[in-house]
């Protein structure tokens, strides 16, 4: 070794760099070489990253854009907005507004049948103002039959083009983007002089919502804990062998179908059900007795706690597992009683798993569907059941959108949370 | 655990009291799957035990609820979509998170953290929103309601699963062996596929598992983006609960309950060879 280091003497060119033996120099060699492994490395990125923005990331956001997307109002009606932009808003508009919602209108009867714009703009308008759809089809029926005076001809058509309150509306959407799904959304509405307040009682149902679905969650995440911690201490001090063997009872939950764990608790809770069978079989209630214990919260809080466990468990196992005895027979034999042992020296020592379990389970609950949506009954439904309902059924997608935004901003925060509580990579399964 | 000899009559009280609280809550855990498989082969259609079934009267048991689902053509569809959509997303997820994970374990890699952020945001965000955003971009772009739909969105909801297993098992991986294939005069191909992939194996097929069994469970995509032709095992078991419940769900959810006992068990026999592959210490 000693005689090829001493007979190996280096290519250098004239200044003295080191050169490779194809005669470039060694330093930008090197960088070369170390630009082709960067590029090999994202080019094997590359694909998912593609799949993924393409068909995941770009879709939420297409979603997320619907929230203030507002283009309705300002396609179908660009002369109407023309002359109401010096209306103040607080009696009718004047004659042109009329003859000029007229123009509009009959400009759009002209054009082909999935070009137009009235459908989508009495869709939109009814979002803010019920029977605005009725009004603009009831409309748009005879309108090219209309002569002026055109305020009194709209009038005759329907009652609502008499109402301030529409104008007002079609004034205020008529600008490419709003914030009126994040004001519905929080259960907020604007007055007559354009103010943002709250809305009258009986039509508060978001903000509630959200604190449903927070207080659920948290009362999810509160039983996980209290059922998780002993069992995940008690498989910590088994020698291995048992452990793995138990393992199986939180595994297995973990590993079964969400939607067989989902129909067991229906069979176990309903009215007809095995438990309140067995309760009444064994003369604890009278047959009139049976207790509800499903289609409402009760059934949601089991049946989620049951179904996330193994999150709260894993995390918290894999913590203890890693605590050494020792340390509670130190605080033992120095005196300290068996709890205050516990107190003192083992459970701050789980407090990462804690945190780890805690956040996982919280931010599965607060955007869970399918169970509170099968289980929960009305007083049991989450945020997302109502984000799905607005999907499907009512069809105010933009709403859904602002309470979708609303809600995955929520659980990215809490993930970031986590992330500096345990870091991702720690996520394991199984 | 053998008691202590020092325990006093209070700590021996608190030593069961804590086991026997343990145990209750591993029934819990268990007892709501398992109390299922009897009740499927109950000859009534109630969810519930008859008289004949407690007296273990064989009269109270039969296989009418198993003969309802092999005969059903809707179930055998669901169960063929699920296979189909759950295989070619898994292999599409697979495929493209392996080469994903390979490539963040890098050293090289630029912009790790950013990258890991995305590849891995199908698994945090909320399904809800996943499956409202993938509606409305489908139907956009004509795949809602086609198999390719399915497919592509289950795809994506399992890479995350693939990519952290893999890159876990690259974590463990000795980086010298592929140079010393290379030094040995094999190319980057043959190196891949004769000593990175037989050590990367086992996380790679615990990875495609993973996939596997979120597209097999999934159902809240396929609520928005599939349509009736596309309809899975856990779609069907969700009209089943919501319009005509009836026994036959319980019969489906056995077969499900044996599955994934099945595939518990190669998940953790994969574990224990991934350890001992790696050199690390079975516990």
């Given at each position: 070794?000693?005689?090829?280091?001493?007979?190996?003497?280096?290519?250098?060119?004239?200044?003295?760099?080191?050169?490779?033996?194809?005669?470039?120099?060694?330093?930008?060699?090197?960088?070369?070489?170390?630009?082709?492994?960067?590029?090999?490395?994202?080019?094997?990125?590359?694909?998912?990253?593609?799949?993924?923005?393409?068909?995941?990331?770009?879709?939420?956001?297409?979603?997320?854009?619907?929230?203030?997307?507002?283009?309705?109002?300002?396609?179908?009606?660009?002369?109407?907005?023309?002359?109401?932009?010096?209306?103040?808003?607080?009696?009718?508009?004047?004659?042109?507004?009329?003859?000029?919602?007229?123009?509009?209108?009959?400009?759009?009867?002209?054009?082909?049948?999935?070009?137009?714009?009235?459908?989508?703009?009495?869709?939109?308008?009814?979002?803010?103002?019920?029977?605005?759809?009725?009004?603009?089809?009831?409309?748009?029926?005879?309108?090219?039959?209309?002569?002026?005076?055109?305020?009194?001809?709209?009038?005759?058509?329907?009652?609502?083009?008499?109402?301030?309150?529409?104008?007002?509306?079609?004034?205020?959407?008529?600008?490419?983007?709003?914030?009126?799904?994040?004001?519905?959304?929080?259960?907020?509405?604007?007055?007559?002089?354009?103010?943002?307040?709250?809305?009258?009682?009986?039509?508060?149902?978001?903000?509630?919502?959200?604190?449903?679905?927070?207080?659920?969650?948290?009362?999810?995440?509160?039983?996980?804990?209290?059922?998780?911690?002993?069992?995940?201490?008690?498989?910590?001090?088994?020698?291995?062998?048992?452990?793995?063997?138990?393992?199986?009872?939180?595994?297995?939950?973990?590993?079964?179908?969400?939607?067989?764990?989902?129909?067991?608790?229906?069979?176990?809770?309903?009215?007809?059900?095995?438990?309140?069978?067995?309760?009444?079989?064994?003369?604890?209630?009278?047959?009139?007795?049976?207790?509800?214990?499903?289609?409402?919260?009760?059934?949601?809080?089991?049946?989620?706690?049951?179904?996330?466990?193994?999150?709260?468990?894993?995390?918290?196992?894999?913590?203890?597992?890693?605590?050494?005895?020792?340390?509670?027979?130190?605080?033992?034999?120095?005196?300290?009683?068996?709890?205050?042992?516990?107190?003192?020296?083992?459970?701050?020592?789980?407090?990462?798993?804690?945190?780890?379990?805690?956040?996982?389970?919280?931010?599965?609950?607060?955007?869970?569907?399918?169970?509170?949506?099968?289980?929960?009954?009305?007083?049991?439904?989450?945020?997302?059941?109502?984000?799905?309902?607005?999907?499907?059924?009512?069809?105010?997608?933009?709403?859904?959108?602002?309470?979708?935004?609303?809600?995955?901003?929520?659980?990215?925060?809490?993930?970031?949370?986590?992330?500096?509580?345990?870091?991702?990579?720690?996520?394991?399964?199984? | 655990?053998?008691?202590?000899?020092?325990?006093?009559?209070?700590d021996k009280i608190w030593h069961y009291a804590f086991r026997v609280i343990c145990f209750a809550i591993f029934f819990f855990l268990l007892a709501p799957i398992l109390i299922m498989i009897p009740l499927s082969f109950n000859a009534q259609p109630f969810f519930t035990f008859t008289r004949e079934m407690l007296t273990l009267n064989p009269e109270g048991y039969s296989l009418r609820w198993y003969r309802d689902f092999l005969e059903s053509d809707s179930w055998m569809r669901s169960i063929r979509n699920s296979f189909v959509i759950g295989i070619a997303a898994t292999i599409v997820s697979t495929t493209l998170g392996?080469?994903?994970?390979?490539?963040?374990?890098?050293?090289?890699?630029?912009?790790?953290?950013?990258?890991?952020?995305?590849?891995?945001?199908?698994?945090?965000?909320?399904?809800?929103?996943?499956?409202?955003?993938?509606?409305?971009?489908?139907?956009?772009?004509?795949?809602?309601?086609?198999?390719?739909?399915?497919?592509?969105?289950?795809?994506?909801?399992?890479?995350?699963?693939?990519?952290?297993?893999?890159?876990?098992?690259?974590?463990?991986?000795?980086?010298?062996?592929?140079?010393?294939?290379?030094?040995?005069?094999?190319?980057?191909?043959?190196?891949?596929?004769?000593?990175?992939?037989?050590?990367?194996?086992?996380?790679?097929?615990?990875?495609?598992?993973?996939?596997?069994?979120?597209?097999?469970?999934?159902?809240?995509?396929?609520?928005?983006?599939?349509?009736?032709?596309?309809?899975?095992?856990?779609?069907?078991?969700?009209?089943?609960?919501?319009?005509?419940?009836?026994?036959?769900?319980?019969?489906?959810?056995?077969?499900?309950?044996?599955?994934?006992?099945?595939?518990?068990?190669?998940?953790?026999?994969?574990?224990?060879?991934?350890?001992?592959?790696?050199?690390?210490?079975?516990?």
């Open positions: 070794m000693a005689d090829a280091t001493m007979q190996y003497s280096p290519d250098t060119d004239s200044r003295g760099r080191l050169l490779t033996s194809d005669g470039t120099p060694l330093r930008r060699a090197l960088e070369r070489a170390n630009r082709r492994r960067k590029l090999t490395a994202l080019a094997l990125v590359a694909p998912l990253l593609f799949f993924i923005l393409t068909f995941f990331a770009f879709p939420i956001a297409q979603m997320m854009w619907r929230s203030v997307d507002n283009p309705q109002v300002v396609n179908a009606l660009p002369r109407t907005l023309e002359v109401l932009r010096d209306w103040d808003g607080r009696d009718l508009p004047p004659e042109e507004a009329y003859a000029a919602l007229h123009a509009d209108m009959v400009a759009d009867l002209q054009l082909d049948r999935r070009e137009r714009n009235i459908g989508p703009l009495g869709i939109r308008l009814n979002y803010e103002l019920s029977a605005a759809r009725s009004a603009i089809s009831r409309t748009t029926r005879n309108v090219e039959d209309f002569e002026a005076p055109y305020s009194e001809a709209f009038m005759n058509a329907h009652r609502l083009w008499g109402d301030v309150e529409l104008w007002r509306i079609i004034k205020r959407e008529g600008r490419p983007l709003t914030l009126s799904y994040y004001v519905a959304a929080l259960d907020r509405e604007y007055d007559e002089d354009g103010n943002i307040v709250k809305r009258p009682d009986n039509r508060q149902i978001y903000v509630n919502l959200f604190g449903r679905t927070l207080a659920l969650s948290l009362a999810i995440t509160a039983m996980t804990f209290l059922l998780g911690f002993p069992i995940a201490y008690y498989l910590s001090i088994l020698p291995m062998r048992y452990a793995n063997l138990l393992m199986i009872a939180v595994l297995l939950p973990f590993w079964t179908s969400l939607l067989v764990r989902t129909s067991a608790w229906i069979v176990l809770l309903q009215q007809q059900g095995v438990i309140n069978n067995a309760l009444v079989g064994i003369g604890l209630i009278n047959d009139d007795g049976r207790f509800s214990l499903i289609y409402n919260q009760t059934g949601t809080i089991i049946a989620m706690t049951h179904i996330l466990l193994p999150f709260m468990v894993l995390p918290l196992y894999s913590v203890m597992r890693t605590i050494p005895p020792s340390y509670m027979r130190a605080a033992k034999s120095l005196g300290a009683t068996p709890s205050t042992a516990f107190r003192r020296v083992y459970f701050p020592q789980t407090l990462p798993g804690i945190g780890a379990g805690g956040v996982l389970v919280f931010i599965i609950s607060i955007g869970y569907y399918i169970t509170p949506a099968l289980v929960g009954g009305q007083s049991g439904r989450m945020i997302s059941n109502e984000i799905a309902r607005h999907i499907q059924q009512s069809l105010n997608w933009g709403l859904a959108a602002a309470l979708g935004s609303m809600l995955l901003v929520g659980v990215l925060v809490l993930y970031w949370l986590y992330n500096r509580l345990v870091g991702a990579d720690s996520l394991k399964f199984g | 655990m053998s008691m202590p000899a020092y325990y006093t009559t209070k392996t080469l994903a994970a390979l490539g963040l374990s890098r050293s090289e890699m630029p912009a790790k953290g950013l990258i890991m952020g995305i590849l891995i945001s199908p698994m945090i965000v909320p399904l809800i929103i996943s499956a409202a955003g993938m509606f409305f971009f489908f139907s956009s772009i004509n795949i809602a309601q086609t198999y390719l739909g399915v497919v592509l969105a289950h795809a994506a909801l399992g890479t995350p699963f693939v990519v952290i297993t893999v890159t876990a098992t690259l974590v463990g991986f000795d980086q010298s062996l592929t140079r010393a294939a290379a030094n040995l005069g094999a190319s980057p191909t043959r190196t891949f596929f004769k000593i990175t992939m037989p050590l990367i194996l086992p996380g790679v097929i615990s990875g495609a598992l993973f996939a596997f069994i979120t597209s097999f469970d999934e159902i809240v995509v396929v609520l928005f983006v599939a349509g009736v032709e596309q309809r899975t095992i856990p779609r069907e078991m969700w009209s089943g609960i919501r319009e005509d419940i009836s026994p036959t769900i319980l019969a489906v959810a056995t077969i499900l309950v044996l599955i994934s006992i099945a595939l518990l068990t190669v998940v953790e026999l994969l574990r224990r060879r991934g350890e001992r592959l790696r050199g690390l210490t079975p516990q």
